[in-house]
T-cell receptor, first 114, second 115 residues
Framework: GDSVTQMEGPVTLSEEAFLTINCTYT??????LFWYVQYPGEGLQLLLK?????DKGSNKGFEATYRKETTSFHLEKGSVQVSDSAVYFC?????????????FGQGTTLQVKP | EAGVAQSPRYKIIEKRQSVAFWCNPI?????LYWYQQILGQGPKLLIQ????????DSQLPKDRFSAERLKGVDSTLKIQPAKLEDSAVYLC?????????????FGPGTRLTVL
């Protein structure tokens, strides 16, 4: 079945460092891809999404490009802030089923130190 | 606009007891999801409703879990009897419709501890 694999955490960076969180997927259909973020004590929030190959999703300085050839959707940010400390989840939704069901990776914890 | 509401936020029970969780979706959202998030893992879909009908309950352990969405608005998820492995955060999400382009909005979750 469909699945998502994220890089192991925690990831610890200094403020203003460059961030990459790797995400790869396995899907039989034509999925849409998402990054969700969970700040401490809060619920999951959609960070960005891409619905087809070569699309780039972006929000709050974060970017991810839908790479069909490598089945990847890596999250990047050029300069992280302490306020970016959170758990990041990569997810896919299978377009062929059209139910909107999300399949999540295991999450990657990011800690940014001042 | 009010977000997805869930209650209780925390619950501690002993194994073999029963427990129920409540979710109130965003007004006007026809689709409602219940996810289970075990510590260190990503959320996993348990059941999806479209209005008051079930769309997908393939991963719901039906011998002990049940869910309903009477009148197509609020929903309750019940576990009876609970097992130790049910300790998790139970997330409710809602969206305007089931299509993948409809963003899912998540509630804060209910953290269940089974002793």
């Amino acid at each position: 079945g469909d699945s998502v694999t994220q890089m192991e955490g925690p990831v610890t960076l200094s403020e203003e460092a460059f961030l990459t969180i790797n995400c790869t997927y396995t899907a039989t259909g034509y999925p849409s891809l998402f990054w969700y973020v969970q700040y401490p004590g809060e619920g999951l929030q959609l960070l960005l999404k891409a619905t087809k190959a070569d699309d780039k999703g972006s929000n709050k300085g974060f970017e991810a490009t839908y790479r069909k050839e490598t089945t990847s959707f890596h999250l990047e940010k050029g300069s992280v802030q302490v306020s970016d400390s959170a758990v990041y989840f990569c997810a896919l939704s299978d377009g062929s089923s059209n139910t909107g069901k999300l399949i999540f990776g295991q999450g990657t914890t990011l800690q940014v130190k001042p | 606009e009010a977000g997805v509401a869930q209650s209780p936020r925390y619950k501690i029970i002993e194994k073999r007891q029963s427990v129920a969780f409540w979710c109130n979706p965003i007004s006007g959202h026809a689709t409602l999801y219940w996810y289970q998030q075990i510590l260190g893992q990503g959320p996993k879909l348990l059941i999806q409703f479209q209005n008051n009908g079930v769309v997908d309950d393939s991963q719901l352990p039906k011998d002990r879990f049940s869910a309903e969405r009477l009148k197509g608005v609020d929903s309750t998820l019940k576990i009876q009897p609970a097992k130790l492995e049910d300790s998790a955060v139970y997330l409710c999400a809602s969206s305007l419709g089931p299509a993948i382009y409809n963003e899912q909005f998540f509630g804060p979750g209910t953290r269940l501890t089974v002793l």
